[in-house]
């Protein structure tokens, strides 16, 4: 066990309370373009978690689309994506997650259903959402998820025709005559897709897809469908290529993101067998994992350009000609951006962020380069001097591998550390995942009390290349806690933590490293895991299938998993741990925290164990993170005091 802090700890007062943090993260996402409007997704922690649809109108008035009980919100692959595509002059179709179907949401109009209602209760799933006008009427393309009674899940890019206009005073939730929309199946036969596309012409449609066992950053094809008669051909991609994001250049060339150098760069493809065509070759990343279905990480403007976001770690927004190779970055007061764009004529919306700036739709006008922040993740922001300034370092692991990390010291105008702080090393989820320096009032929470934060990207983490990525094939439970504990021992080394007065947090694969790293080190004087894997036998057989073969590649096969699993080495923790978990949750069941809090409490370890109603993987509803926020802090509080 670690030695006895000196003293006790006692925490800086902050203006920054449990309900400030709840309030804010709005879960701003997947913006959309129109000339002077403009669309995004928002988060309603105050309404249960909802998820609604706000437009921006061309004179500046905001107005929310979608009243509760209505919720945006995809669950294909249970992590979803964009869940809503917009019908110029019309409104909006969106997927309802309570039944899970497509609705077209008119203006002035009640919502109504265009999928049927599915036998199984959310049994058709829809998200990637494209509307497409054709000589015979509009069209909805995207990706569909059919669940079946016996657990199969089957994956298909489907088309569905847009009903008439709505005559004003008419019965809402069917057409004209009665009937809901016809879903038509367009592509079937591989276990998942993606990012359909359709040729300006309208004779083809791209898209990406890949089968089980891989997950889309191990291997992914490119793929064609004639839309007239189906045939389809592969024309990128494979078991070891990592291929994203297609649009078409013109009717018989595709721009698209592959990581075949070791990174995702940018290329230009035939549609008929050419080469390949490097944009932009770099030791950088131009694309981030296909966690969710919907967003893009470029765009074609009018002028030819490519609007792209391009980096390490946190990604900048730059301009791409792609005839002359010239790539200029974007002068705008943001650190980072998501890889998440719209794009209309020249103007761009997207998601943009710095470490004093939260996370903001943004429109971007490319050519005058005027830049217009419209929604802030967090309404309300504290004094500036209470935020912290995170760093990027460079710290050394094991056999000499450099880890990447976010550093953010205590915050405090009112206060100076006086000698080492307490510390929490923060370990992001997926695994493969990443952390980035978005301000966040989750961490100056904890900063502005005098608890500092390092934010841990272990080898698995995307945003340094493929090879990084790679450092965790075969080696979750491994690689992931050797560097969260380096990262922690880096921290007292360095003389910036108080030794005694180390903890770890995760959430969901993060989790899993929490336990594991507490079971495999002294160094943490606790750990808090929220909806983490504790064993891997329960979680294959019961989590969703997006990630159901992952742990193949993750660990490899089930005789190493009792070596690996928290839950089998849960007799080797001696710190305190808290348990946090939705009993909803379809990714992570509940049953794995219960197991490991059994296990510790059987052994007198202080553990603390708290469910939440009606949470599902990530907590939404305001009720909840304020609790789970409070209970975190008293954790921390108790677990940094001097004992008796």
Known sequence: MPPEPQAPYAPWPSPISTSDVARSGLGLGFPTVLGEEVWWEENRPAEGGRRTVVHRAADGTRRELLAAPWDARTRVHEYGGRSYAVVPGRGIVFTHHADQRLYLAEEGAKPRPLTPEPDLPTGLRYADLLVRDFPHGTEVWCVQERHHPDAKVIRSIVSIALPPAAHPGAEPGAEPDGRLAEVVERVSGSDFYASPTISPDGEHVAYICWNHPRMPWAGTELRITSVADGRSWTIKGGVTESVLAPRWRDDRHLYLVSDWSGWWNLYEIGIFGTSPLALFPAEEEFAGPLWQLGGLPYLVLDDGRLAVVHGRGDLRLGILDPDTGALTDVDVPYQGWLPAFSADGTILAGIAYGPDTPRSVVRVDMVTGRVEGLRRDIPELPDVAFLPSPQAIEIEGGLGRRLHANLYPPANPDHTAEGPSPYVVFVHGGPTSHATTALSLDKAFFTSRGIGVLDVNYGGSTGYGRAYRERLRGQWGIADVEDTVAAATWLAAEGLADPTRIAVRGESAGGWTVMAACCAS?????????????????????????ESRYVEWLVGPESLYGSREPLSRADEVTCPM?????????????????????????????????????????FRRLETRTAALAAELSFYLQIFQQSD
């Open 522 to 546: 002294g160094v943490f004087a606790g750990g808090v895991s929220v909806a983490g894997v504790s064993a891997l036998g329960p979680f294959v057989a019961a989590t969703h299938d997006f």
């Open 578 to 618: 808290l348990l946090m978990q939705g009993l909803a949750d379809p990714v992570v069941p509940p049953s794995q925290s219960e197991a490991f809090a059994d296990r510790l409490t059987a052994r007198d370890i202080p553990c603390t164990y708290l469910t939440f109603e009606g949470e599902a993987h990530g």
